[in-house]
Structure formats: structure tokens, C-alpha cells
């Protein structure tokens, strides 16, 4: 299985229909490090997905996976937990996040 980790706010319903479409093949975590932890709690109650989402305010998970500090930003990893490539900034539309998808995380 393949594992994604993305940032959360700006692309949420974009995921969460990958997250269903994928859901069985494809982890989704989602990591908000923009957000203080009373905002993205309220968020995730308003705004609930089917993934796990956790709260980073301070980055250090952002930094545990070396991320590059621009978001949004979303990481691939394949099924042995090596990173394979990552993308800053949204998708154009949800098909391109579709596409990156099936290349980098079904692959």
C-alpha cells in the first residue's frame, strides 16, 4: 500500500474523494502544520474525513519527513516507507491529484 501524506485546509474534499476512491490501496494521513491546535480541531469537526489527520503546529513532523516548508505540500511514499517524490502547492484540479496518485502512490 502506498502512503500519502498531505497538508490539510486547502485540499481536503480534493483528498477525501481520493480517500474514498483509494482508500483501500492508498493511506492517506493528513498533517496540518499551519493551523494552531483550536483551529484545526474546529476545522476537522466541521470538515471530518475518513483519514487519520493529526495536528502539527510546531512542524516537527513536517520536519521528521523533511518536508520542504512550502504549502501545501503533499509527500509519496511507496509500500516500504521510502519517499518517491513530493509536490508543493495545490493540484490544478482534482484530476491531477488523480493522476499523481496512480503514478506515484499505485505504482
Not at 25 to 34: H, I, S
Not at 42 to 65: C, E, G, K, M
Amino acid at each position: 500500500m502506498g502512503v500519502l501524506v498531505l497538508q490539510l485546509r486547502l485540499r481536503v474534499p480534493s483528498f477525501q474523494r481520493m480517500a474514498v476512491k483509494y482508500g483501500r490501496r492508498v493511506a492517506f494521513v493528513g498533517v496540518d502544520v499551519e493551523d494552531h491546535h483550536d483551529a484545526a480541531a474546529t476545522f476537522l469537526h466541521d470538515f471530518p474525513v475518513t483519514y487519520p489527520s493529526y495536528i502539527d503546529p510546531d512542524q516537527s513532523i513536517a520536519r521528521s519527513l523533511e518536508a520542504s516548508g512550502l504549502y501545501p505540500q503533499t509527500l509519496y511514499f511507496d509500500r516500504h516507507g521510502k519517499f518517491v517524490i513530493d509536490h508543493a502547492g495545490s493540484y490544478a484540479n482534482p484530476g491531477a491529484l488523480e493522476q499523481a496518485i496512480r503514478r506515484y502512490a499505485l505504482q
